[in-house]
């Protein structure tokens, strides 16, 4: 028999209405591995103790609602350690908010309480969500449970890590340019990243905020949906989010027209995870799917578009910790020198790097070469992806473009930044986009998962669902 | 391209202070990233699309009391790194010297 904490969400939720375990003893499995395993991974900064109130109501609710009580009823899960729990650390990854005690839920937190699910505990993360590894946390890298030697992605590594390894059955992490879904792809999960506005992100710490989306990280399609279904919804507390309906809706259809833009895979990919690609196409095509060239020419540049405004909304944002009211915090003798001193020692080098490129591009000798110019290429961008889909129903190209790499290979911080180079479209167009695992490649004889990635116009989560689905069963998942 | 000089102007207006020996490897890591991301400037596009009107607009809720005065106090008092009652304390910022 499959140990609990292997479960899907669904056949957890399924198993606990026919009362084969307690929700009890799935946590205690989930919680068991967790501390078994954590050591060697360090997914998780901090495992929660059991909350036996929690756990109690959630079976009893259980025992009571039957197949009424929400699917994630008694279901543990692991959250990112940027999204807020009432009385918990949320670090975001630093030391800059190393004893910072969140005073409130984040919404997705109360929307997941409100389903009765149970928080494991809080993941690893690259410092305040800016990296592509896990390695930029405060706390020490986490590994990937494929191959040790190497990063699960990032930023949302640790949650990516937590869910391949079994410690959790499914988890939130969050995406500004693929902090999702290029973890999924490097470890072998479903990852996906909302429509802007989808998901409340009161709660969330800041990094680009006209980028951020939260979103779940799951062991297949069906859980990742069940996930984000429980949490998307208009917030009066983020005036971001979108009402249901806002973009045209559009029907899915039975065999997709599956856009491939060719033109960006001809360099800079892995040979065999492109081989991999192609074979997932043909799978596709031989289910009755049909493959149509697009030509995305801005994508070209999205990337460096994407490291011009990031890194603009990162120095706003971050200008908040100052060291006055909560988080680190260091005295000298002027104010100046609070600020300087809490700042300095408060945040990490990746950090320092991404305040200071976005002061240089938001100054007002570059702001036009830069920033302004980045802006109006997201609006071609934009529009670029707007036609694709006036004759393709999604958009597919790999998540990354090679295997999770070792750890400390990319010590260079552009070398890093191009990891981003095909997720961060989605971030810039606003579109939702869905990590599936595509297969293996192998690696020093071991077996690398690798991901295919799908775009869909705004608001068409669902269309990403189906053809995610077609994806899984087209391997035999 | 950038210069620790720079660098340092940069860090001040962002309230970082950093030691020289950091200021030149930051300008060397700078002039990497901004040769990647420089190649914007070689796009070419219409004033039309650098003017146009963004695709979301601000919403604003209605006025009111969302909750109950004080019911956050202590919570958020809780994080002050330093206090005096409810109150923050902070560095006296106007001199009278």
């Known amino acids: 028999m499959t140990k609990l904490n292997e479960l899907t969400i669904a056949e957890a939720a399924r198993a606990l209405r026919a009362r084969e375990f307690t929700v009890q003893a799935l946590w205690d499995a989930c919680a068991a591995a967790a501390a078994a395993r954590n050591p060697e991974l360090n997914a998780f900064l901090e495992i929660f103790d059991a909350d036996d109130a929690a756990i109690a109501a959630a079976q009893k609710r259980i025992d009571t609602d039957g197949s009424a009580a929400p699917l994630l009823c008694g279901i543990p899960l692991a959250m990112k350690d940027n999204i807020l729990i009432e009385g918990k650390i949320a670090s975001a990854g630093s030391r800059m908010l190393e004893n910072y005690r969140a005073t409130y839920d984040a919404t997705v937190v109360k929307k997941l309480k409100e389903a009765g699910a149970l928080f494991l505990g809080r993941t690893n993360m690259d410092e305040f969500a800016m990296g592509s590894s896990t390695e930029h946390s405060a ?66 710490i800041a990094m680009g905020s006209s980028l951020d989306q939260i979103g779940p990280l799951a062991k297949t399609v069906e859980d990742a949906r069940l996930l984000y279904e429980a949490i998307a919804g208009r917030d009066p507390l983020d005036a971001t989010t979108i ?92 104010l100046l020198d609070d600020y300087l001193l809490s700042r300095t020692s408060g945040f990490g080098k990746e950090t320092l790097r991404r305040i200071l490129l976005g002061t240089f591009v938001l ?115 | 391209m950038a210069t620790a000089e720079e660098v340092k102007k940069l860090a001040a207006l962002a309230r970082i202070s950093l030691p020289d020996g950091e200021l030149e490897k930051f300008a060397s890591e700078f002039d990497a990233i901004l040769a990647y991301v420089g190649q914007l400037e070689s796009l070419d596009i219409a004033q039309s699309s650098a003017k146009e009107k963004p695709p979301l607009r601000n919403v604003m809720r209605a006025d009111g009391a969302p909750h109950e005065g004080g019911v956050y106090t202590e919570k958020l008092a ?9 109150a923050l304390s902070v560095k006296q910022v106007i001199r009278h010297d």
């Open chain 2, 78 to 86: 809780a994080q002050f790194p330093a206090r005096d009652g409810d």
């Open chain 1, 139 to 204: 706390y020490g890298p986490t590994k990937n449970p494929h191959d040790t030697h190497r990063v699960p992605g990032g930023s949302s590594g640790g949650s990516a890590a937590a869910v391949a390894a079994h410690l959790a059955i499914a988890a939130l992490g969050s995406d500004t340019g693929g902090s999702i879904r290029q973890p999924a792809a490097h470890t072998g999960l479903v990852g996906l990243k909302p429509t802007y506005g989808a998901v409340s992100r009161s709660g969330l």
């Open chain 1, 363 to 477: 100054s007002s000798g570059y702001i036009d070469a830069y920033y302004y110019k980045a802006d109006a290429a997201r609006r071609v961008l934009r529009r670029e992806y707007e036609k694709a889909f006036g004759k393709a129903d999604i958009v597919a190209f790999p998540t990354t473009p090679s295997p999770a790499f070792a750890l400390g290979e990319k010590s260079d911080p552009l070398s890093m930044y191009l990891e981003d180079i095909f997720t961060a479209t989605a971030n810039l167009t606003g579109m939702p986009a869905l990590s599936v695992p595509m297969g293996f490649v192998e690696r020093a004889g071991k077996q690398l998962p690798i991901g295919m990635h799908f775009t869909a116009p705004n608001q068409a989560e669902d269309t990403l669902f189906v053809l995610g689905t077609a994806v899984e069963k087209a391997r035999g998942a």
């Open chain 1, 243 to 334: 009402p249901a309906g806002l973009y045209p809706a559009r029907s899915i259809p039975e065999k997709f027209r599956i856009g491939v833009p060719r033109h960006l895979l001809e360099k800079g990919v892995d040979a065999d995870l492109r081989a991999a690609f192609d074979a997932s196409l043909e799978r596709l095509k031989d289910a009755g799917h049909t493959l149509i060239d697009i030509e995305l020419p801005m994508s070209a540049y999205a990337l460096a578009a994407y490291y011009v405004l990031m890194p603009a909304e990162v120095s706003t944002n971050l200008a908040r910790l100052d060291g006055i009211r909560y988080g680190h915090a260091v005295r000298g003798e002027t």
